[in-house]
């Protein structure tokens, strides 16, 4: 998993041209008088983070000689961790760059600097509006990332925005990076983590995209495949499901089990359980080490949430979509919002940015499930809580 990310990897063929574009712009923008900023787009598992980790190793590698002060940044504490970890490897690469968007605006505004070059991963989880809980007090984090700094390269797959308090318009892109600032963009667009033929990804995309249902080919006793190399299975019992994973895990190791955010969990120390038939198991603990919550043995005994795997692989991933997924009509899902627990994923929004607030929630859901099925580099398993939904697959 901490491979996945690591700054040497060999890119392809599209990766090699993005990099070369990005760190042309970067050179350019330290010219010029006025702020650069270049967004790279791009589905889960299009290798966006590879890209970044191997351009902010160059910058850094190239800072030695030219004084930049540059930084790396993410919204995610266990990603970050990852960052950090992997900066040991390289002597290049010092461990305090890589920094919390609040910790990096916070310390800019203290020290009233203003930093060269800043790289931004999973860009949709910065925040677009105030948060007193993550001591962030202006607007916008980009807004004020862009304000720090000379050149900002970011990573944004709208995809992937979780909460209302991250979620982006076009319109309000706009406003936070007008026409004075020199723009440029580049979107990868071949999959990369998950080793799955396309009528997989395809499938995943009907299910979060277009709330449409596809006949799987194949079935036995416990569950439906697709004719694939990639171990693609949807299974009628959660527990199965479970056990099945457990043994992928003792073979090839890194292989967990998450849930959509339908089952209730706080953050008071106590264990919260998700309960699906015979299948019972708690949901994943705050994690107080170093080691990111996919590497620890113990985590098969646990479920991650969607804040648990963001931005990360794993070899199999196990999913269980909950409530808030159930069948409709005609080979079609139908998303109900009151049933999704994540309440807070829809606490405060921007005025007038959204128009319709009930499509941006159910959005929001439904970029959940995109990212949690989208983990497994070797498989992924599914299991839905609306029995209707195999059902009508089975057919």
Not at 202 to 229: A, F, G, P, R, V
Not at 341 to 369: C, G, P
Request: proline fraction near 3%.
């Amino acid at each position: 998993m901490l491979e996945s990310v690591f700054p040497n990897k060999d890119l392809t063929e599209q990766q090699q041209e993005v990099f070369n574009q990005i760190l042309s712009f970067t050179k350019e923008g330290l010219k010029s008088p006025q702020k650069s900023v270049f967004q790279l787009n791009g589905d889960a598992g299009t290798g966006k983070s590879v890209i970044l980790t191997q351009l902010f190793l160059k910058i850094e590698t190239l800072a030695k000689q030219n004084k930049t002060d540059n930084y790396f940044l993410v919204n995610h504490p266990e990603l970050l961790k990852v960052y950090q970890e992997n900066a040991g490897e390289f002597d290049q690469l010092r461990k305090n760059r890589f920094l919390r968007p609040t910790t990096f605006i916070n310390r800019m505004h203290k020290s009233q600097k203003q930093a060269d070059i800043v790289v931004i991963d999973e860009a949709h989880l910065l925040l677009s509006e105030s948060d007193n809980y993550n001591n962030f007090t202006q607007k916008n984090q980009l807004s004020e990332i862009i304000k720090l700094s000379k050149v900002v390269i970011l990573v944004f797959d709208a995809h992937q925005v979780l909460k209302l308090k991250s979620y982006w318009s076009d319109k309000f892109l706009e406003q936070i990076i007008p026409d004075q600032i020199n723009f440029a963009s580049a979107t990868l667009t071949t999959q990369m983590r998950m080793h799955a033929p396309q009528k997989v990804i395809q499938w995943i995309n009907d299910l979060t995209d277009n709330l449409k249902l596809t006949t799987l080919e194949h079935q036995n006793s416990d569950y439906l495949s697709m004719n694939s190399n990639y171990d693609f299975r949807v299974y009628h019992d959660a527990e199965r499901m479970y056990q099945a994973l457990k043994k992928k895990n003792e073979q090839a190791g890194e292989s967990r089990i998450v849930a959509t955010a339908d089952y209730p969990s706080t953050l008071d120390g106590k264990k919260h359980y998700v309960n699906e038939g015979d299948f019972h198991l708690p949901w994943d603990q705050y994690n107080y080490s170093n080691t990111t919550w996919a590497q620890k043995p113990e985590t098969i005994n646990e479920i991650g949430s969607i804040y648990t795997v963001q931005g990360f692989d794993l070899n199999y991933v196990a999913v269980i979509i909950g409530p808030s997924i159930a069948y409709d009509k005609n080979g079609h899902i139908k998303v109900d919002i009151d049933k999704y627990e994540d309440q807070e994923a829809f606490k405060k929004r921007h005025d007038n940015d959204i128009i319709n607030l009930s499509d941006v929630k159910k959005r929001i859901i439904l970029n959940s499930m995109n990212v949690l099925l989208k983990r497994g580099v070797k498989g992924c398993f599914i299991y839905f809580h609306d029995s209707k939904i195999f059902d009508q697959l089975q057919k």
